[in-house]
Protein backbone atom coordinates (compact mmCIF):
# COMPACT_ATOMS: atom_id res chain seq x y z
CA UNK A 1 0.00 0.00 0.00
CA UNK A 2 1.27 3.73 -0.94
CA UNK A 3 1.97 5.50 1.73
CA UNK A 4 2.41 9.37 1.37
CA UNK A 5 2.70 11.21 5.05
CA UNK A 6 2.68 14.96 5.70
CA UNK A 7 4.62 16.58 8.85
CA UNK A 8 1.72 18.28 9.96
CA UNK A 9 -2.08 18.32 9.70
CA UNK A 10 -2.60 21.46 11.16
CA UNK A 11 -0.02 24.79 11.38
CA UNK A 12 -0.69 28.29 12.33
CA UNK A 13 2.14 30.78 11.34
CA UNK A 14 2.35 34.32 11.49
CA UNK A 15 2.71 36.79 8.57
CA UNK A 16 6.28 36.79 7.68
CA UNK A 17 7.50 33.15 9.09
CA UNK A 18 9.45 30.76 7.26
CA UNK A 19 7.37 27.23 6.89
CA UNK A 20 8.18 24.18 5.88
CA UNK A 21 5.80 21.68 4.75
CA UNK A 22 7.50 18.37 4.81
CA UNK A 23 5.96 15.18 2.14
CA UNK A 24 7.18 11.86 2.54
CA UNK A 25 6.52 8.78 0.35
CA UNK A 26 7.38 5.06 0.82
CA UNK A 27 6.71 4.20 -2.26
CA UNK A 28 10.29 5.04 -4.31
CA UNK A 29 8.51 7.31 -7.13
CA UNK A 30 9.86 9.44 -8.71
CA UNK A 31 7.51 12.20 -9.30
CA UNK A 32 6.09 14.53 -6.45
CA UNK A 33 3.85 17.03 -6.54
CA UNK A 34 2.69 20.09 -3.74
CA UNK A 35 -0.62 21.31 -4.23
CA UNK A 36 -2.99 23.87 -2.75
CA UNK A 37 -7.04 23.35 -2.49
CA UNK A 38 -9.34 26.12 -1.67
CA UNK A 39 -12.81 26.11 -1.79
CA UNK A 40 -14.47 26.95 -5.85
CA UNK A 41 -10.83 26.81 -6.87
CA UNK A 42 -10.07 23.15 -6.61
CA UNK A 43 -6.27 21.65 -6.72
CA UNK A 44 -3.74 24.06 -8.14
CA UNK A 45 -0.03 22.79 -8.63
CA UNK A 46 2.53 24.72 -7.05
CA UNK A 47 5.46 22.76 -7.80
CA UNK A 48 6.47 19.06 -8.80
CA UNK A 49 9.78 17.44 -8.73
CA UNK A 50 10.60 14.66 -11.32
CA UNK A 51 14.16 13.57 -9.78
CA UNK A 52 16.02 14.24 -6.87
CA UNK A 53 17.14 17.79 -6.99
CA UNK A 54 14.86 18.42 -10.25
CA UNK A 55 12.04 20.68 -9.79
CA UNK A 56 9.71 22.91 -12.03
CA UNK A 57 7.15 25.32 -11.29
CA UNK A 58 3.44 24.54 -11.91
CA UNK A 59 0.85 26.95 -12.24
CA UNK A 60 0.98 28.96 -8.97
CA UNK A 61 4.84 28.99 -8.01
CA UNK A 62 4.74 32.72 -6.71
CA UNK A 63 6.13 33.01 -3.01
CA UNK A 64 6.69 29.05 -2.56
CA UNK A 65 10.05 27.27 -3.34
CA UNK A 66 10.67 23.69 -2.78
CA UNK A 67 13.44 21.07 -1.94
CA UNK A 68 14.65 17.38 -3.05
CA UNK A 69 17.48 16.02 -1.48
CA UNK A 70 16.33 12.69 -1.58
CA UNK A 71 14.09 10.73 -3.31
CA UNK A 72 11.47 9.92 -0.93
CA UNK A 73 11.40 13.73 0.92
CA UNK A 74 9.49 16.57 -1.03
CA UNK A 75 9.75 19.55 0.90
CA UNK A 76 7.60 22.83 0.25
CA UNK A 77 9.13 26.64 1.45
CA UNK A 78 6.97 29.80 2.36
CA UNK A 79 9.68 32.30 2.29
CA UNK A 80 8.25 34.59 3.92
CA UNK A 81 4.61 33.56 4.99
CA UNK A 82 1.23 35.79 3.92
CA UNK A 83 -2.53 35.35 4.68
CA UNK A 84 -3.08 34.71 1.33
CA UNK A 85 -1.52 31.32 1.82
CA UNK A 86 -4.08 29.83 4.40
CA UNK A 87 -4.84 26.87 2.48
CA UNK A 88 -4.80 23.51 3.05
CA UNK A 89 -1.85 22.15 1.26
CA UNK A 90 -1.43 18.56 -0.79
CA UNK A 91 1.43 16.56 -1.18
CA UNK A 92 0.91 13.85 -3.73
CA UNK A 93 3.28 10.88 -5.48
CA UNK A 94 2.94 9.27 -8.70
CA UNK A 95 3.08 5.79 -9.88
CA UNK A 96 2.23 5.81 -14.00
CA UNK A 97 -0.95 8.02 -14.05
CA UNK A 98 -1.85 8.05 -10.84
CA UNK A 99 -1.76 10.17 -7.74
CA UNK A 100 -1.76 9.13 -4.30
CA UNK A 101 -2.01 12.18 -2.08
CA UNK A 102 -0.98 12.74 1.49
CA UNK A 103 -3.31 13.80 4.10
CA UNK A 104 -3.22 17.70 3.63
CA UNK A 105 -1.86 20.32 6.09
CA UNK A 106 -4.05 22.95 6.97
CA UNK A 107 -2.00 25.92 6.75
CA UNK A 108 -3.50 29.31 8.97
CA UNK A 109 -0.91 32.27 8.76
CA UNK A 110 -2.28 35.12 10.69
CA UNK B 1 -11.61 30.47 -18.27
CA UNK B 2 -10.79 27.28 -16.36
CA UNK B 3 -9.21 24.44 -17.73
CA UNK B 4 -11.76 21.96 -15.76
CA UNK B 5 -15.44 23.19 -14.68
CA UNK B 6 -17.75 21.12 -12.59
CA UNK B 7 -21.58 21.97 -11.19
CA UNK B 8 -20.15 22.15 -7.42
CA UNK B 9 -24.19 20.84 -6.81
CA UNK B 10 -24.69 19.44 -3.82
CA UNK B 11 -26.08 16.82 -5.26
CA UNK B 12 -28.57 15.62 -2.84
CA UNK B 13 -30.22 12.29 -3.43
CA UNK B 14 -31.95 9.24 -2.10
CA UNK B 15 -30.13 5.62 -1.32
CA UNK B 16 -31.03 3.33 -4.35
CA UNK B 17 -30.85 6.54 -6.64
CA UNK B 18 -29.09 6.98 -9.52
CA UNK B 19 -27.07 10.29 -10.25
CA UNK B 20 -25.05 11.68 -13.19
CA UNK B 21 -22.30 14.17 -13.02
CA UNK B 22 -20.96 16.24 -15.90
CA UNK B 23 -17.25 18.09 -16.36
CA UNK B 24 -15.94 20.18 -18.87
CA UNK B 25 -12.79 20.46 -20.22
CA UNK B 26 -11.42 23.03 -22.31
CA UNK B 27 -8.41 22.27 -23.76
CA UNK B 28 -8.83 20.08 -27.06
CA UNK B 29 -5.27 18.53 -26.55
CA UNK B 30 -6.26 17.00 -23.25
CA UNK B 31 -5.60 13.71 -23.72
CA UNK B 32 -6.16 11.53 -20.19
CA UNK B 33 -8.94 11.66 -17.96
CA UNK B 34 -9.98 10.56 -14.33
CA UNK B 35 -12.31 10.62 -11.74
CA UNK B 36 -11.13 11.29 -8.28
CA UNK B 37 -12.86 10.78 -4.64
CA UNK B 38 -12.61 13.36 -2.00
CA UNK B 39 -14.21 12.57 1.09
CA UNK B 40 -15.09 14.86 3.75
CA UNK B 41 -11.19 15.84 5.27
CA UNK B 42 -9.60 13.75 3.29
CA UNK B 43 -7.49 13.49 0.79
CA UNK B 44 -8.45 12.67 -3.10
CA UNK B 45 -7.96 9.24 -4.38
CA UNK B 46 -8.34 7.95 -7.66
CA UNK B 47 -12.23 6.56 -8.30
CA UNK B 48 -11.14 5.46 -11.96
CA UNK B 49 -10.26 6.56 -15.61
CA UNK B 50 -12.06 7.28 -18.17
CA UNK B 51 -11.26 5.95 -21.29
CA UNK B 52 -12.70 6.85 -25.01
CA UNK B 53 -15.08 3.68 -25.56
CA UNK B 54 -16.70 4.79 -22.01
CA UNK B 55 -15.55 2.02 -18.98
CA UNK B 56 -17.64 0.69 -15.83
CA UNK B 57 -16.47 -0.61 -12.52
CA UNK B 58 -19.22 -1.98 -10.48
CA UNK B 59 -21.79 1.05 -9.79
CA UNK B 60 -19.84 3.67 -11.69
CA UNK B 61 -19.94 4.31 -15.32
CA UNK B 62 -17.64 6.91 -16.92
CA UNK B 63 -17.99 8.38 -20.57
CA UNK B 64 -15.86 10.97 -22.36
CA UNK B 65 -17.37 13.15 -25.12
CA UNK B 66 -14.62 14.29 -27.33
CA UNK B 67 -16.26 16.68 -29.43
CA UNK B 68 -17.95 18.53 -26.88
CA UNK B 69 -15.66 18.02 -24.30
CA UNK B 70 -16.73 16.66 -21.72
CA UNK B 71 -16.58 13.89 -19.46
CA UNK B 72 -19.37 12.42 -17.47
CA UNK B 73 -19.40 9.89 -13.81
CA UNK B 74 -23.25 7.76 -13.36
CA UNK B 75 -23.98 6.21 -9.74
CA UNK B 76 -26.10 3.66 -10.45
CA UNK B 77 -28.10 2.49 -6.83
CA UNK B 78 -26.47 5.15 -4.64
CA UNK B 79 -25.22 4.15 -1.48
CA UNK B 80 -24.80 5.85 1.84
CA UNK B 81 -20.85 5.59 1.63
CA UNK B 82 -21.05 7.29 -1.94
CA UNK B 83 -21.47 10.38 -0.08
CA UNK B 84 -18.19 12.61 -0.84
CA UNK B 85 -16.63 15.11 -3.25
CA UNK B 86 -16.13 14.50 -6.76
CA UNK B 87 -13.19 15.60 -8.60
CA UNK B 88 -12.96 15.74 -12.51
CA UNK B 89 -8.89 15.02 -13.46
CA UNK B 90 -7.44 15.75 -17.14
CA UNK B 91 -4.37 15.53 -18.06
CA UNK B 92 -2.69 16.54 -21.55
CA UNK B 93 -0.14 13.63 -21.72
CA UNK B 94 2.42 14.94 -19.81
CA UNK B 95 1.48 13.20 -16.43
CA UNK B 96 3.28 15.64 -14.28
CA UNK B 97 0.82 18.55 -14.99
CA UNK B 98 -2.86 17.42 -14.04
CA UNK B 99 -5.79 19.71 -13.78
CA UNK B 100 -8.45 19.45 -11.13
CA UNK B 101 -11.94 20.67 -11.20
CA UNK B 102 -13.22 22.50 -8.23
CA UNK B 103 -15.62 19.36 -7.30
CA UNK B 104 -18.60 18.25 -7.55
CA UNK B 105 -20.76 17.30 -3.65
CA UNK B 106 -22.92 14.61 -3.66
CA UNK B 107 -24.90 13.30 -0.39
CA UNK B 108 -26.91 10.58 0.12
CA UNK B 109 -29.36 10.21 2.37
CA UNK B 110 -31.46 7.34 3.92
Known amino acids: DVKVTQSSRYLVKRTGEKVFLECVQD?????MFWYRQDPGLGLRLIYF???????EKGDIPEGYSVSREKKERFSLILESASTNQTSMYLC?????????FGPGTRLTVT | RKEVEQDPGPFNVPEGATVAFNCTYS??????FFWYRQDCRKEPKLLMS???SGNEDGRFTAQLNRASQYISLLIRDSKLSDSATYLC???????????FGSGTKLNVKP
Open chain 1, 92 to 100: ASRNNYEQY
Open chain 1, 27 to 31: MDHEN
Open chain 1, 49 to 55: SYDVKMK
Open chain 2, 27 to 32: NSASQS
Open chain 2, 50 to 52: VYS
Open chain 2, 89 to 99: VVNRGNFNKFY
